[in-house]
């Protein structure tokens, strides 16, 4: 798209050339060339003297900068207006119950299903008014589907587990699968059968290939509003609170309970049975090993908490530094010991 | 559940509120409100006074703790009693050969075989006595499924492979993809053909969205009794002995050994054509990038034994302190090398 | 196989049993019992008293070994016939169009092109000449497959997604999926519409459940000749260069750009926003937190050029000593104060 076409779109003026081209939308400190990115946040500003971006959405008084800008009354409105035009315009639902969906006994389907090619649906589940189940989807027995909710082509769900309304699973989604436990009897792994189930809330959405375990018995649950990104394990009995996010590549070992508005950044750990407090943060790569405060932001394995761990990694960059030190220390103080007594002393 | 309805489950006696709900089973120290527990090594005992579990399987000799109990006279047993017989009444098993499933020529079908709609089984494969393909999967040609296994919705199961008795494979779960080999030819990356295949013993478990590559050339093996948690990633010839346990998001690259019994903690990692001998256990998140030996338990990255481990951590939580005192050290030293002297020392 | 065998396949001359058993293949220092190996490098000859393996192709001039030997002309080469020859005997198409696949309205099917059982594919999607879609694939709409392409059973490719010539998509693949991107509002996530797409170029291979997102805007890019591991999460908007390689469980967070020919061992990370110069390589579990030079080796978690993380590792197994070394020094130096003041000294 051109910066000309999304002005129009939004209804915004151009200052620039309109023929500059853009490909992608970024933050204003991150953007490349050929990003579109916007000026929400008048302590950005200076900003606009350097960002990389090809274009910027400004508020009507901002007239100057390195890049293309197109003038809106509300930048960030604007942003969200052009990628819901784009989204409307590409929007596309399969049409009512594909002749090839295999529907089991006392299925109940709400008003306006869309059920599309090869997905089978197990016996007495229920699927909400407007759900949409897209081709090759798998749901079990016993299942509940909540209004609105899109489950992606390709995406498991095995019986008696409960999806809330307005979610998204993405392609390959698994919920409900067995929950990772045994007991070792003579050497040999026993199964501890694993019947429970995963309750998923409202406005929930679960990345590509993102697996969450039934529980060993009561519920896996996922709190409203809480988006998890690709290829992330949530294992049995984990209790994900509300307006969490799951980054890519985390792992939720079972049992943990998970509050309110935790943050997790990719490919973060947390043990099994561990309590991370509303509304802490882990930053991408840590490990939490133990309970995590409230509001507490950690990083790093065993996860600490982030003022610490910079301390720690700064100590660590001195330390080769501090080892030739304590070495010419040594040196100096036998020289000063041998001054004194006429031999080295030792003290061991 | 109630505390009532799950004595009467498992024919135990309850001391007590019969009425007192549970919604998941855990270990007596790491259970949370509304877990049920057991005690089944009088070493525990004390932790009746402590646990948070609402309720706890008890022998008929103990009758007081902070919980409702639950007398029975193997407490172990009663847990596995209680989970056998929910499982029991929620079982469930598709019904003889789907008319939808599409099965090749010169493929055999043991006794009591299942075959869910749409799944594919490739020219030649064989299929043991009693084993339930689940709807949606698919089966290579030339492979081998054994009696009594599992194959969960959405199983991808690639030409050649060999599958045991008693296994079961979650949805989304990859065997005989290719190994990842490529050799380099004037910076191009050109592939290796990947002619192995893979072989799984007896009674293994594979979570959702685990993979494990096919070999190179011979088979990529993975032992009687061992279990395999979701995202897994097992690479071309790695051999897995048996009983092993491998916690989700484990990585263990090509050609790696791993004897019999060997626990993985999550997010552990093992490099390409390392050995880790029978018995070893891996923190979790730990990375070996050399051999383990038997038996030895290894944490952190690089794997270090676990002793090593904690103390080089405790270290490092001195080292921000070790590094003023190395400061002050070198201040007294010069005040006193000037005070013999007359002036600092300098020994650079 | 038996050496012989293989002896026959490629020609060569067996010095040693033929009947010795082959059952994998590897490079010929990490070699274990049962493997082939290969003498291409005459610098690696003297390994050929100490391999493994149980045979060895080597060049004519080579008469001794540990091993049974394959004299060939060219031993590279030899390997390399041998799998194809190995390759070709296993080969296996399905057939022309399977009568289940359902094709959308204005598909466009180049010549040759196989699609098998329960294969859905959307409106307006091309697919070129000679390109295999396997049995259970989805693909959306509005989407390009390049001329012989392999899609493997249960691929799915979302809408608009565009994928080039001669790659291999290994089954639970994920290509499109919708970004992890939100703006929080009032203490709720609020999606971002995620109206771009995903482009990947020619010669790439993608590994089992591995997954790619689809842009903000614009394109998530993957250049030609690129190789991707298993369990690999692409975020969306990266830009993957040429010919890299990413090994299994590797996580590449949003707006990353990536130059050519880049390696990421195992598990490797890197955050979002971050710049990765071309033939730069991560050591397997790093994790890049910022910028990444070409040609840089890096090591450890935040990732560190590798001789510096090498002489931290060596310097963090010293520090236990070295906090001993500081108390005693503490203890020297106050005990040589104290002689010559006549009390200690306290610097506090």
Redesign the interface.
Known sequence: ?TVGEIAALVGGTVVGDPQTP??????IR?A?R?D?TFLADPRYQPFLATTKASAVFVPLTVHEAVAALIQVAEP?TAL?TL??K??AE?A?RPNGIHP?A?IGQDVTLGNDVVI???A?IGEGSTIGDGATI???V?IG?QCHVGAQTVL???V?I???VSVGARC?L???V?LG??G?G??ELG???V??????TVVLGDDI?V???S?I?R?????TVVGD?T?I???V?I?H?VQLGR?C?L???V?I?G?A?IHD?VVFG??A?V???VEIGAGARMA??S?A?KDIKPGQTVS???ATEVGRFR??????????D??S??K??????AQ??G??HGTP?D?S
């Not at 853009?22 to 933050?27: E, L, N």
């Not at 199964?191 to 429970?196: A, D, E, H, N, R």
């Not at 010419?328 to 103080?333: M, V």
Request: net charge positive; glycine share 12%; with cysteine.
């Open positions: 798209m853009v490909a992608g939308v970024s933050g991150e490349r050929g579109l960030r969200f990628l819901k784009i989204q590409q596309w090839t295999i599309d090619a090869y089978c897209h081709a090759q798998y027995r992606c082509p390709q498991t095995r019986d008696y998204i993405h392609p390959g698994v699968s067995d990772f045994y007991a050497g040999v792994h199964k501890i059968p694993q019947v429970g959405e990345g590509a290939n697996c375990d529980a060993t018995l009561g519920a509003g988006k990104d690709n290829l394990q294992g009995n307006n996010i980054c890519g590549n792992g070992a049992s309970l508005n990719g490919a750990s043990i099994g049975h991408a790569l490990g090993t790093g394995f065993p301390r720690k990694e700064v100590a660590l960059r001195q330390l080769p501090a080892l030190r304590i010419i220390l040594e040196q100096r103080l000063l010991e001054n004194l002393k003290d």
